[in-house]
């Protein structure tokens, strides 16, 4: 599976951004797809995960109520950024989970994308 994500940038605080990440390859019959981001000097972190169907969603104490995480097709999500903060800085990564038993956790993901940089300027 490969995932490309797209839509990172420069954003004053208060902004607002739209990430998207598209599938390709091998496809299963079934995943999650999932947001992470790693900012200088930390550990990736979770931001954001919806079900295969798109009927569940999961997002990080830090971005509730600010982003909102939707899947449009099986292979495609967005990740849709308001009120941005200069703390949400980071690299934006898209990922896969096979199985959702840990889609919090980057050790439950299987598949990484590169990542998307977003900068948020204070």
């Known amino acids: 599976v490969q995932l490309q994500a797209s839509g990172g940038g420069l954003v004053q605080a208060g902004g607002s951004l739209r990430l998207s990440c598209a599938a390709s390859g091998r496809t299963f019959s079934r995943y999650t797809m999932g947001w992470f981001r790693q900012a200088p000097g930390k550990e990736r972190e979770f931001v954001a995960a919806?079900?295969?169907?798109?009927?569940?969603t999961y997002y990080a104490d830090s971005v509730k109520g600010r982003f909102t995480i939707a899947r449009d097709s099986a292979k495609t999500t967005y990740l849709r950024m308001n009120s941005l903060k200069p703390e949400d800085t980071a690299v934006y990564y898209c990922a896969v989970a096979l199985s959702d038993t840990d889609v919090l956790s980057v050790h439950g993901m299987d598949y990484w994308g590169k990542g998307t940089l977003v900068t948020v300027s204070s």
């Open positions: 919806v079900s295969w169907g798109g009927s569940t």
